[in-house]
């Protein structure tokens, strides 16, 4: 049976998310309501603009479910807004304190390539847009790539944050990973 991963669908490119997953052969749900949170095996917090993210997730009172989600276990990819989400000040999911907009503006957008240890050869093809980087991290946090030293990606248990949009360079490796963790947590 398929992972059923859930994609917050609030704001942002949400759907360039569920079209990798399903590329990799998930069932996808976008996640609005609580109620879509039901039942899910892995969950990707997308990019978007954080302020508005974090709106809609007091209005639609996802706060507290999404933190049980993660509580409980359940792998999450956060790319670029949401690394924003799961840091100490928004959903508290993850002991990072991230910098929006770190980088600059949208007029100071870049690609680069990073090597990212656990995803192994070639270097990833990284898609900056207003990203922010983490500031600060806690121990228990391992950070798996910076740019001009500033940490970009990390993992925390099964919790991967990244400042970067991988479905924008078709760079599938981050999709997979989640899903491997979905499978290895469910004996798949």
């Known amino acids: 049976m ?7 669908a609030l704001q942002g490119d949400f759907a360039a998310h569920r079209r990798a997953l399903e590329a990799l052969g998930a069932q996808v749900r976008e996640v ?8 899910l ?15 809609g997730i007091e209005r639609e009172a996802l706060a507290g479910p999404l933190r049980e989600l993660v509580a409980s276990g359940t792998p999450v990819l956060g790319t670029c807004a949401g690394l924003i989400l799961l840091d100490r000040r928004h959903l508290g999911a993850m002991d990072i304190l991230a910098r929006r907009n770190a980088f600059g503006r949208q007029v100071r957008s870049f690609e680069t390539d990073l090597e990212i240890a656990p995803l192994g050869p070639p270097a990833v093809r990284a898609v900056f847009i207003r990203a922010p980087w983490i500031e600060e991290h806690g121990p228990e946090v391992e950070v798996l790539a910076a740019v001009d030293g500033h940490p970009v990606a990390a993992r925390q248990g099964n919790l ?26 469910d004996g798949r």
């Open 32 to 39: 609005r309501v609580p109620a879509d949170l039901v039942a």
């Open 2 to 8: 398929a992972a059923l991963v859930g994609v917050l």
């Open 41 to 55: 095996d892995g969950l990707v917090l997308p990019g978007g603009e954080s302020t508005t993210m974090t709106l």
């Open 160 to 185: 991967l944050a990244i400042a970067f949009h991988p479905e924008l360079s078709a760079e599938d490796r981050f999709h997979r990973w989640l899903l491997d963790r979905v499978g290895e947590r």
